[in-house]
């Protein structure tokens, strides 16, 4: 089975060959390359080539392609800071209210940001080398909808917001926007080559708003996202970061195919709740990938492998971004570790 039909067969709940490889690694994949994030963030070709790089020395089955968490911030006008060795990030002390953001959004259209060009360009240079060489490739749309307009607002301002009664239709209408653009980077990342978008609402998880926000905010959101992506025959990825034990039930009702789920959030719950839903990327944690001898990460590896063999169902890797300074030989002992028991 190649790499490509390995993770598209798993991404239908199939059984492939073995459990497939995939590391959110751009991090670790610019300072392995001697590149600066400053450097990375930049240039289209430099992103190509560190990932590639990265993908020929751990013979990974596919590609992540990520910059940072602010690629849809900064193209919808929030403030954001980039700094030369640490990847951007948005400000959360932001100018605008709610109902400015709002109506600023109404204009936005990300092909006009030179940011968003220059992620699509590398999208774009990569898909040629994957279909070339039996890669799978994952393009990130950056934010989901909670989570873009949490950036955009400021995590303290709209965490103040959500339990406001008297903010309920300013929130929806922000939602309502922030939606709109997660779709067109969607659409944008596709058309660019990916054979699968995915997006980050990590600030839906139960370790950041409670289950009743995220049922009143997320999820509706959540819904028509992954409705409309199926209409356009988009397959595509959530990672939620933190505990999610107490809404898995609910997000096996989004119509999303596939969650990315980190260390916190108890993987056999998962594998329960979601089985017939979605499938599952992760969960290894990166700290223990980043600071763990290989033999404890290939023992790591092991339970989870254990836990899914031959029932199809995960691909697996780190739950989150792998930290820059990750030892390669732990990344060698994940890929040993998938060959040996997947």
């Given at each position: 089975m190649s790499r490509i039909e390995r993770i598209q067969t798993y991404l239908t709940g199939a059984v492939p060959d073995r459990i497939p490889v995939m590391t959110h690694n751009f991090l670790?994949?610019?300072?392995q390359a001697g590149v600066t994030?400053?450097?990375?963030?930049?240039?289209?070709?430099?992103?190509?080539?560190?990932?590639?790089?990265?993908?020929?020395?751990?013979?990974?089955?596919?590609?992540?392609?990520?910059?940072?968490?602010?690629?849809?911030?900064?193209?919808?006008?929030?403030?954001?800071?980039y700094p030369e060795d640490i990847a951007a990030v948005t400000l959360d002390k932001q100018?605008?209210?709610?109902?400015?953001?709002?109506?600023?959004?109404?204009?936005?259209?990300?092909?006009?940001?030179?940011?968003?060009?220059?992620?699509?360009?590398?999208?774009?240079?990569?898909?040629?080398?994957?279909?070339?060489?039996?890669?799978?490739?994952?393009?990130?749309?950056?934010?989901?909808?909670f989570s873009l307009g949490c950036l955009l607002v400021g995590m303290?301002?709209?965490?103040?917001?959500?339990?406001?009664?008297?903010?309920?239709?300013?929130?929806?209408?922000?939602?309502?926007?922030?939606?709109?653009?997660?779709?067109?980077?969607?659409?944008l990342c596709?058309?660019?080559?990916?054979?699968?978008?995915?997006?980050?609402?990590?600030?839906?998880?139960?370790?950041v708003v409670s289950p009743g926000i995220f049922r009143k905010y997320g999820l509706p959101f959540e819904i028509r996202l992954n409705r409309e992506l199926k209409e356009r025959g988009i397959p595509t990825m959530c990672h939620i970061c933190g505990w999610t034990d107490p809404i898995l039930e609910d997000l096996a009702r989004t119509g999303c195919p596939a969650y990315e789920f980190d260390a916190k959030t108890d993987i056999c719950k998962v594998k329960e709740t979601g089985r017939g839903h979605f499938v599952i990327s992760?969960?290894?944690?990166?700290?223990?990938?980043?600071?763990?001898?290989?033999?404890?990460?290939?023992?790591?590896?092991k339970k989870l492998l254990d836990l899914f063999r031959g029932e199809g169902g995960l691909m697996i890797g780190p739950g989150c971004a792998?930290?820059?300074?990750?030892?390669?030989?732990n990344i060698h002992a994940l890929i040993d570790a998938a060959h040996e028991w997947g």
């Open positions: 670790m994949a610019a300072r994030m400053a450097q990375y963030r930049e240039r289209a070709d430099v992103i190509a080539k560190c990932l590639i790089d990265a993908c020929r020395t751990y013979e990974t089955d596919g590609i992540l392609v990520d910059v940072d968490t602010a690629l849809l911030s900064s193209a919808c006008g929030a403030l954001v800071v100018s605008r209210s709610i109902q400015q953001i709002t109506e600023d959004l109404a204009e936005v259209d990300l092909l006009k940001s030179d940011r968003i060009r220059i992620y699509l360009d590398a999208v774009n240079q990569l898909s040629e080398w994957c279909r070339k060489n039996d890669v799978f490739l994952r393009a990130n749309a950056d934010q989901g909808p303290e301002e709209f965490m103040m917001l959500l339990p406001d009664e008297e903010e309920e239709e300013n929130l929806n209408a922000l939602m309502e926007q922030t939606l709109r653009i997660c779709l067109q980077m969607h659409q596709y058309e660019a080559g990916g054979h699968m978008t995915s997006y980050g609402n990590s600030s839906e998880g139960c370790s992760g969960n290894l944690d990166p700290v223990m990938l980043a600071s763990a001898e290989p033999d404890t990460v290939r023992e790591e590896a792998l930290a820059p300074d990750t030892p390669g030989a």
